[in-house]
């Protein structure tokens, strides 16, 4: 089998906002990498044992004595090193360069003209200017700049405002860009990357979802052997992927529980229960909870009290369902690698994320389970390839996020059954609308959430009185900022018209055009 760690590239974080995408763009090159605060360690450097370094951008400048360094070590290990913006920065002043703070921040495209070879960049080309020079068009997002390269270095590209926007030492391998490769405003970026890790780091494109699934399935049986495994499935990209993909390893060892909720989408547990128990024949416990999660939320209209409410009585469901499962010594979660790079920087104080919704709140601890996160190196995006290689629906693999409250925070103050059924059918006829008009791709994240007011209306010849329903769709890269989604009028037109027609208990319908910041995705 190949090994799929043989190859890898190690990353040091200084800050910058793009480092999670310099990683990607690495993994989608097939390639392993991680990532690792700025400070690792020389001995942790050298126990990772890279091919290759990339040090990424950062908000600091060198040009203060406080200035985030990498450990020497960096430069001793043989390896190749790319710095990319502030990581050329720092590399260029470790290597007895200069930096200097320039008049103004560059910000936004800028036209990279190449200079003298280097095999991270000659060739390649984004057009040609009229005395025959090739240029490529890049991202830039800096203030410092290089202005002396270190000794051994040629000037491997020219911008106008950054005379030394690509810098290299072809013979110690070590490489400096003033733009940003791993954004896709960089045209080329993508193949820049590819040519540090496979041409000049030697990685070979090993990283691909078939491999990386059967490396998971051979861990996963080496580790739990002959024992049981219990993973809580809630019907998201995440569990979904993983109870497919344990399945494969561990097949009737698993027990999956699914708890229904009451506040989930129509027809959303039949669908789980479809996929997972019928099709696949997944071991799956459906726990009908409806009546119990809101026997607990009556009277509670508080979105915060509300989120506690639910949270605790998954738990209490879920520990009671899992108490059942005497044999059962793992407990499957679905983290992802952005949750232990979030959690290792809320460890050393570099986090700049709080995460601030958490769906599994607690462990069974009676019963003495060990964790087991085989997600646990993977992307969201790759998490998702996996599925799609393992055969799961692509609807359930490209569904937009749904969050652990479910409907309990789309339904404005107290939760009732009857509110949570007329949302549903109103929500199922935006979404089938959405991809009808091929716009569900398009947008990050699309719901309707439930007013408690009533509003009058003409039916027929009928006044009605009834509820109103508001539409929310939204384009995002992180979900911390959001752009409400420009969906075409004669969409909504149609939307609104099918909900008031077919979802009875609604007269009015209206679409949210408040962006994030300053109001949230959600409306609780
Ligand atoms: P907000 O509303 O904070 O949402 O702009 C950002 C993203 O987080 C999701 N969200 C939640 N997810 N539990 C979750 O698992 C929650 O309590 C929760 N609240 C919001 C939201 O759907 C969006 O994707």
Redesign the pocket.
């Known amino acids: 089998m190949t090994d799929l760690h043989a190859h890898k590239i190690l990353i040091l974080d200084f800050g910058s906002q793009y480092t999670q995408l310099i990683a990607r763009r690495v993994r989608e090159a097939g390639v392993y990498c991680e990532l690792h605060s700025f400070s690792l360690s020389a001995e942790k450097i050298r126990e990772f044992n890279p091919d290759g370094i990339i040090l990424s951008g950062g908000p600091e400048t060198v040009t203060l004595d406080a200035a985030p360094q990498p450990d020497p070590a960096v430069f001793e290990l043989g390896v190749p090193v790319l710095g990319i913006c502030y990581g050329m920065q720092v590399m260029a002043s470790l290597l007895g360069g200069e930096v200097e703070t320039a008049d103004h921040r560059e910000y936004g495209f800028a036209r990279v003209f190449l200079e003298q070879e280097t095999p991270l960049l000659s060739g390649l080309s984004d057009g040609r200017d009229d005395a025959g020079r090739d240029f490529i068009d890049v991202w830039m997002s800096h203030g410092d700049r290089v202005n002396t390269a270190p000794d051994g270095f040629i000037v491997a590209g020219s911008s106008d405002n950054a005379p030394l926007a690509a810098i290299a030492d072809n013979a110690r391998h070590y490489y400096g860009l003033q733009f940003h490769p791993e954004v896709t405003h960089t045209h080329l970026g993508r193949q820049i990357i590819e040519r540090f890790v496979h041409d000049i780091c030697g990685c070979t494109r090993d990283w691909t979802p078939d491999n990386i699934i059967d490396d998971i399935v051979d861990h996963v049986r080496t580790k739990v052997g002959s024992d049981e495994v219990i993973l809580g499935l809630s019907g998201g990209v995440d569990s979904s992927v993983l109870a497919a993909l344990l399945h494969r390893a561990i097949g009737d060892q698993l027990t999956c529980i699914f708890v229904d909720n009451g506040l989930l989408r129509l027809h959303e547990g039949d669908q789980v229960m479809e996929t997972f128990g019928k099709h696949m024949g997944v071991n799956v416990i459906r726990v009908d909870a409806e009546a119990e999660f809101l026997g607990n939320l009556a009277g509670i209209a508080d979105p915060e009290k509300k ?1 506690k409410v639910i949270g605790h009585t998954f738990i209490d469901i879920f520990d009671r369902e899992a108490g059942k499962l005497a044999n059962a010594r793992w407990l499957a979660q679905g983290t992802i690698y952005p949750d232990v790079i979030e959690s290792a920087g809320s460890d050393t104080g570099h986090a700049k994320v709080i995460k ?4 599994v709140g607690g462990l069974p601890e009676h019963m003495e389970l060990s964790l087991l996160e085989p997600l646990r190196e993977l992307f969201k995006d790759e998490v998702r390839n996996i599925g799609v290689a393992l055969g799961l629906p692509h609807e359930m693999v490209f569904r937009h ?5 479910g409907l309990g ?1 789309r339904i404005l103050g107290e939760v009732r059954k009857e509110y949570a059924d007329i949302l549903r059918r109103a929500d199922a006829i935006f979404i089938e609308e959405l991809y009808r008009n091929d716009l569900y791709d398009k947008v990050s ?1 699309a719901f309707a959430v439930f007013l408690p007011v009533r509003s009058t209306g003409v039916v027929g010849d009928n006044r009605a009185y009834d509820y109103v329903v508001a539409l929310r769709a939204v384009e995002t890269i992180d ?1 911390m900022t ?1 752009r409400w989604a420009q969906i075409p009028y004669d969409v909504l037109a149609n939307i609104s018209s099918r909900i008031i027609n077919e979802v009875k208990g609604i007269s009015r319908v209206t679409y949210d055009i408040s962006g ?1 910041p300053p109001a ?3 409306w609780e």
């Open positions: 989120r601030s919704h958490h769906n996020p749904f969050p652990g409250p925070v994240q979900f959001a994030k949230t995705i959600e």
